[in-house]
C-alpha cells in the first residue's frame, strides 16, 4: 500500500484561474497542512504515551503483593529486579475478579478445545517440583508460544497457577523466568500457587482418617516456603523412624531409605501427602522377597531389583506378587509392618488428633490468615466421597475457612473414567454458593503441543 504524506495527497485536487488567488489558496493549504501534520504527530504521541503506560504502569500502580515478590526473586538472584518484569502476576483481587468472567468451556482441557482456542485458563498443574513430570522451563515454554497464539486469535489472555504438592518451589522457579523475560510472557496472567493437603476423620473410608485437598492461590512463595519445609522436614523425620521401627520389628531384612525412593518414586525433596503408605509396602515387599531369596538360595537385594524394577508402580505390594506366583502362598508377615503404618497415620489418641506427617484444616487457615490469599477445593468430589452428609461436611468447611474458602474447582479435568460424573455434579452443585474454576490437573511431561 502506498503512503502518501498530507500535502502531497492533496496539493493538485484544486484548478485556480487566478495566480493570486492561486497563491493564496496555496499558502492556506501549506498552512493547513502544516497544522494537519503537527495534530497528526502529537496524536501519534499521545497515544505512544499512552500504550507506554497501558504496558508499563508506573511503580505506584503495582500491588503490594507484586512488589513484594520482585523483592523476593531479587533475593534469590542477586540482581535488582524491577515490578515490571513480573506484570503478568495477578495478586488475589484480580485473580478471583478475572475468574469470575469464565465459563466452563473456558477450562475444558482437550485437544479440540485446545485447537479452536476455547481453552482460556488453567489453575491446577504439577511440574517436577512434586509429582509432576515437566520441567518449569518447558511448562512456560509451552504455555507462551500457546498464550501467544490465543492472543493473535482471540485478543485474549491465557490465565494459569503453577499448584505442586506442599510446594511452592516451582512458583519461585517461574517467578525468576518470567522476571528476565518479561516480554515472552505479556500475554499471559500467572496467579502463584500451592496445592495443600489436610488430614480428616473419614467416616465412609476404611481408614479413620484421610487426606484430601485445597487450593490456595495469592501466596508470596517465599514467605510461605517455610511453611511447607517444615511439612517436609516432619514427613522426612516420620519416614526415618517408620523404618528405624520396622528395622527393630524385622531385623533380619535390610530395608533402606534410598531403595525406598528409587523403587516408589519418592521424591526426597518434595514428600507428598499419605508418605505412610509407600513406605508400608516398601517394607512389606522388601521383606517378603527377603524370605523368597532365602529360600532360593539367591540374594534378596538382587531379587528384589529384579522384581521390583519389572512391575508398575500400581503392582508394588504383597498381594501382586502373590497373584503373580511371585511369592510363596505361606509368606505373610505384612501385619507386623500395618501395625508400624497404623502407629504413624493420621489417628486418634484419647480424643486428640494425631498425625507425623500432615496437617489438619485448621492448621492450614491459620497460617494463610496472615497472607491475602483465597482458597478452593481441589476436585471436591474426592472429599466429598468421604463423608455420609457431604454437603454439610463440605459447606462446614467453607464456614470454618474464616472467609479464605471462596472457590471450589468444579470444572476439574482429571476424574478418572471410573467416577459417575453425575455424583461430581451433585457435589458441585453442594457449593455453587462458590465461584466455580477448572484445572487439567496435569502430571505428563507435555502440557500443551503447539503446532508451529
Not at 485536487?13 to 495566480?19: L, M
Not at 491459620?366 to 482458597?375: C, K, M, Q
Amino acid at each position: 500500500m502506498k503512503v502518501y504524506s498530507v500535502q502531497s495527497k492533496y496539493r493538485n485536487d484544486v484548478c485556480f484561474t487566478n495566480d493570486k488567488l492561486k497563491l493564496k489558496a496555496t499558502l492556506q493549504d501549506n498552512k493547513k497542512s502544516i497544522l494537519i501534520s503537527a495534530g497528526a504527530v502529537l496524536g501519534v504521541l499521545v497515544s505512544s504515551v499512552a500504550v507506554y503506560k497501558f504496558h508499563r504502569p508506573t511503580g505506584n500502580n503495582y500491588s503490594e503483593f507484586v512488589k513484594n515478590l520482585a523483592v523476593g526473586v531479587s533475593a534469590i538472584t542477586g540482581r535488582k529486579v524491577n515490578p515490571f518484569s513480573l506484570s503478568c502476576v495477578m495478586d488475589k483481587t484480580e485473580f478471583v475478579k478475572e475468574v469470575s468472567k469464565l465459563r466452563g468451556e473456558n477450562y475444558v482441557y482437550s485437544p479440540e478445545n485446545i485447537r479452536k482456542f476455547g481453552f482460556l485458563a488453567d489453575f491446577h498443574m504439577h511440574t517436577n517440583h512434586s509429582d509432576g513430570n515437566i520441567s518449569v522451563g518447558k511448562l512456560l515454554d509451552e504455555i507462551s508460544q500457546y498464550s501467544q497464539n490465543l492472543f493473535k486469535r482471540t485478543g485474549k489472555k491465557f490465565m494459569f497457577s503453577i499448584t505442586d504438592h506442599d510446594s511452592v518451589e516451582g512458583v519461585k522457579e517461574a517467578l525468576v523466568i518470567i522476571s528476565k523475560n518479561p516480554e515472552k510472557f505479556r500475554f499471559v496472567k500467572f496467579i502463584p500457587g500451592v496445592e495443600l493437603s489436610f488430614a480428616h476423620s473419614s467416616p465412609k473410608s476404611k481408614n479413620p482418617f484421610e487426606i484430601s485437598e485445597v487450593l490456595a492461590y495469592g501466596i508470596d512463595p517465599f514467605k510461605f516456603e517455610s511453611f511447607c519445609k517444615k511439612l517436609q522436614a516432619k514427613r522426612t523425620n516420620m519416614i526415618d523412624k517408620m523404618l528405624q521401627d520396622i528395622q527393630q520389628a524385622l531385623p533380619l531384612t535390610k530395608f533402606d531409605k534410598d531403595e525406598l525412593f528409587k523403587y516408589f518414586g519418592l521424591n526426597p525433596k518434595i514428600l507428598i501427602m499419605n508418605s505412610h503408605w509407600p513406605v508400608s509396602h516398601y517394607a512389606q515387599t522388601k521383606h517378603a522377597l527377603t524370605i523368597q531369596a532365602s529360600r532360593k538360595g539367591v540374594a534378596p537385594d538382587i531379587l528384589y531389583k529384579d522384581v521390583m524394577g519389572n512391575i508398575g508402580s500400581d503392582h508394588k505390594n504383597v498381594w501382586h506378587l502373590r497373584q503373580n506366583k511371585i511369592l510363596d502362598e505361606d509368606i505373610d508377615e505384612s501385619y507386623l509392618i500395618e501395625d508400624v503404618r497404623k502407629s504413624y497415620a493420621p489417628h486418634l489418641e484419647d480424643n486428640e488428633f494425631v498425625s507425623f506427617g500432615e496437617n489438619q484444616f485448621e492448621d492450614l487457615i491459620s497460617e494463610l490468615s496472615d497472607y491475602d490469599a483465597v482458597l478452593s477445593f481441589a476436585h471436591p468430589y474426592f472429599t466429598a466421597e468421604k463423608f455420609h452428609n457431604s454437603k454439610e461436611i463440605l459447606n462446614g468447611f467453607v464456614e470454618s475457612s474464616e472467609g479464605l474458602l471462596q472457590l471450589s474447582e468444579g470444572f476439574h479435568q482429571a476424574y478418572p473414567s471410573h467416577v459417575n460424573m453425575d455424583e461430581v455434579d451433585k457435589v458441585n452443585a453442594y457449593l455453587d454458593n462458590l465461584i466455580q474454576i477448572g484445572g487439567s490437573d496435569n502430571h505428563r511431561p507435555v502440557y500443551i503441543e503447539v503446532e508451529k
